[in-house]
């Protein structure tokens, strides 16, 4: 079992900035990657960045150059820091952690106003 716990959503106006937390407890040797999610009002959750067991890192088309996903060891959390940001980036953004199922955290909305 996997428990995850996001953190760092909010308002924010276009061009600024935000970093989402996600700690994991639980049985966190198993995860095989960790995932940032985001799903807007009326449409699909769609994948915004991933970061593997080994450190490798993907990002979706519409968030590279602005997004960064990292994670520190030492606290079980991993980030996703939020650049540039634009008011179609506004959803509720979702960590998840896979292993043998995937996890999901509870959701962080973050807004971004034009």
């Known amino acids: 079992q996997v428990q995850l716990v996001e953190s760092g959503g909010g308002l924010v106006q276009a061009g600024g900035s935000l970093r989402l937390s996600c700690k994991a407890s639980?049985?966190?040797?198993?995860?095989?990657?960790m995932a940032w999610y985001r799903q807007a009002p009326g449409k699909q959750r769609e994948l915004v960045a991933i970061?593997?067991?080994?450190?490798?890192?993907n990002y979706a088309d519409s968030v590279k150059g602005r997004f960064t996903i990292s994670r520190d060891n030492a606290k079980n959390t991993v980030y996703l820091q939020m650049n540039s940001l634009k008011p179609e980036d506004t959803a509720v953004y979702y960590c998840?952690?896979?292993?043998?199922?995937?996890?999901w955290g509870q959701g962080s909305q973050v807004t971004v106003s034009s």
């Open positions: 998840k952690g896979n292993t043998y199922r995937d996890y």
């Open positions: 639980g049985s966190i040797s198993s995860i095989n990657y």
């Open positions: 970061i593997t067991k080994g450190g490798s890192t």
